[in-house]
């Protein structure tokens, strides 16, 4: 049973993504209508943006909700943030004097396209689950040389690509890149054979920077959580990433799930980083619990076939938290700005099932996955689809993140000119 | 002899930066008043906003220059640049029935307070020297292993930070940073002590794309280019950079210069790539010549002292051009948008004192220069000064950037959760 409960009856049930308690923030379309803010509720939208105009939810230096993003509501601040939570929990709170009026105000969710909800400012992505980067380190140094020398330091990021942010359901067109095998001279320009996916977190900036900021700091910047799948040219980035890092192999798409779940939402669920192995600077000393218990899982349902779980795994798993990665973006001074979006790097557990991206569930293509219908999966196939899954567990209810999907399209014929 | 005079005197010197064949872009406030763009004429700024709504300045779709950023007349498409180049060509030339009106609208340079000309929306830079990638290679790996495999296929890019980069004349904080020496057990968070410049010409992004685009039409993509100071952390990118490549190391500041130079105003100036060590790839070839003959210099000034020319090279040194570049950053179906930079990377010549990074100067710390007044300079001290200058030559008129400068502020103190 949740803690509250609703008049919007879906929301009561448990096995619900969005109770009464989550309350996640996203941007919808429905009827032909332009994008507009909305919050999901069981299994409708409320839209809050007509709640606004109709006087229904007055917000501090509003209006906040008539831009088809959350970033105006981000900017305001945590006072907002507090204020607007607040306000939407008494709204749809069993017993409220306004369920009548909001009521008409409800679309199904099942009715809305649902579009990004907020626009991205820049992208960072961070690799710090320490399975997922001994997996990646011992396929291609060795089991001894698997963690770079800074990896305990660091929480190690790289500056992504923020127009190649699409949300949940965009189809994801299957790159061309510069490919070089081993045992090839030349490189030549083909679409990518090796393409992936990666099961992320991503934390979204609600406030800006300018400056250093603590780890505390840091964790009070942060808005909310999305998950995200930062698709991968695993055979573009083998040829391209040595010595700047990834770029292209990164940039063809990263897909967010369509709701912000606040932080505010997941304050019950936080749990510590894993005791650490080498002691950190003291700047990355955490104060408290920065992770939080959300179970994750991938799944993958070939073109005409049947969904299969591939993975499941635990945000937990991570040895930096966002707040820390946040904290450590800041040290040369790098302003943050709202709308910055930080990834958390692929989350894998400890076990064979338990591994965030294909290229470690399949160990680099040397032991495929066997799919249901008994078809082998080393990377992904064209008419693929893939979907992330997350939710915290509470007594009787589930902080969730609905669905971040994507189908894999062949790649498009290029012109003469290419190739 | 300037191609065309001008009613505005000083834009007919042989030796101003700003003759009536050039025409940059900028944004300025004088007197108190808010940002707004501007064109620079000489030494003086033809206040285009007031002439815009004035209706001296129409131009299709417009109003486009009330924004106090040049994003607005980039969006609109080539058709309006090239009627906005051919109606300040015709306002400002001698003999112009409209002088007498814009006179009033004329503010000296002297004047003004200058802002970034546009709005940054990505930023991505480049390795693209091979003098460069050569000398760097050559003190990391040894010469022969000096150039990365993937050099002579790729123009190696990675993605920068936007809200890092600042116009000509913010200072620029000394950061703090993980450092570690080679003989050193565990890292330390101290301010960088080996801080560094880069000399590089930063080409902006007028159209968006999506989608792969061959390189013709990345080159008519380019509005215009900037001079960029990628303002570089040495040893925090020694220990940050394996393996995903600099990030808080590049992340402190990059500074343009403050007027865009169209790419109408350098066709007279276009040069080729030079002649290919291995073949590229078809998709990288350029259809015609694709750099610009730009001669640049680096000049240093210690806090209290003369100011030095340290080094001299030339935009034509570079290996791939900003046109391959952007098409490159468009293989994987990365979406392009209007305001995005691209930053060439360091240019470097054959030539010791050609050489566009202290790095590079001092060989590392090996060779330090000797200032006029006698005091060594490896990498950059606090007070120092750095202005980057840069102008095609043409006859009897030169089409210059204006300068590029940051002085160099030292590390603040950081409170004590820190350190």
């Given at each position: 049973m949740p803690f509250k409960t609703s008049?919007?009856?879906?929301?009561?049930?448990?096995?619900?993504?969005?109770?009464?308690d989550n309350l996640p923030y996203g941007v919808f379309s429905s009827a032909g209508a332009a994008p507009r803010c909305g919050v999901a509720i069981g299994d409708m939208i409320l839209d809050a943006a007509t709640a606004e105009t109709l006087g229904l939810l007055t917000l501090p230096g509003g209006p906040l909700l008539q831009a088809g993003s959350w970033n105006a509501v981000m900017a305001a601040g945590p006072a907002t943030w507090e204020a607007l939570r607040d306000r939407l929990g008494a709204l749809l709170?069993?017993?409220?004097?306004?369920a009548e009026a909001l009521a008409d105000l409800l679309v199904p969710q099942a009715e809305a396209t649902l579009h990004l909800p907020f626009t991205v400012t820049e992208y960072t992505d961070f690799y710090a689950s320490k399975n997922h980067a001994m997996n990646v380190g011992t396929m291609f140094r060795g089991p001894e040389n698997a963690l770079p020398p800074n990896w305990l330091s660091i929480p190690i990021g790289y500056n992504g690509r923020a127009s190649s942010v699409v949300v949940s359901g965009t189809d994801v067109v299957r790159p061309w890149g510069q490919l070089k095998g081993p045992n090839d001279d030349l490189p030549r320009f083909a679409p990518c054979a090796r393409f992936d996916l990666e099961l992320e977190m991503g934390a979204i900036v609600g406030q800006p920077s300018s400056g250093m900021v603590s780890v505390a700091e840091a964790d009070q910047m942060i808005f909310g959580y999305v998950l995200l799948n930062d698709w991968s040219a695993r055979d573009v980035q083998a040829w391209e990433y040595?010595?700047?890092?990834?770029?292209q192999a990164k940039a063809t798409a990263t897909t967010i799930s369509p709701w912000i779940v606040t932080r505010a939402a997941l304050e019950p669920f936080r749990t510590a980083t894993p005791e650490r192995e080498r002691p950190l600077l003291p700047y990355l000393s955490e104060p408290g619990p920065m992770l939080y218990d959300i179970a994750l899982e991938v799944s993958l349902t070939p073109e005409g076939g049947a969904e299969t779980v591939i993975a499941r795994t635990n945000y937990?798993?991570?040895?930096?938290s966002a707040a820390q990665q946040l904290c450590h973006h800041t040290t040369s001074g790098c302003s943050m700005r709202v709308g910055d979006l930080l990834g958390s790097g692929t989350i894998s557990g400890t076990t064979k099932d338990s591994r965030g991206s294909l290229l470690e569930l399949s160990w680099g293509g040397k032991e495929p996955l066997t799919l249901p219908d008994g078809t082998p999966r080393s990377f992904l196939e064209d008419g693929d689809t893939l979907t992330l899954r997350g939710a915290a567990q509470g007594d009787g209810y589930r902080i969730g993140f609905g669905a971040c999907t994507g189908k894999v399209l062949p790649a498009i014929d290029l012109p003469d000119w290419a190739h």
């Open positions: 008049w919007v009856a879906s929301a009561n049930s448990a096995r619900t993504d969005f109770p009464l709170a069993e017993g409220a004097p306004e040595q010595p700047l890092g990834p770029f937990d798993q991570m040895y930096y």
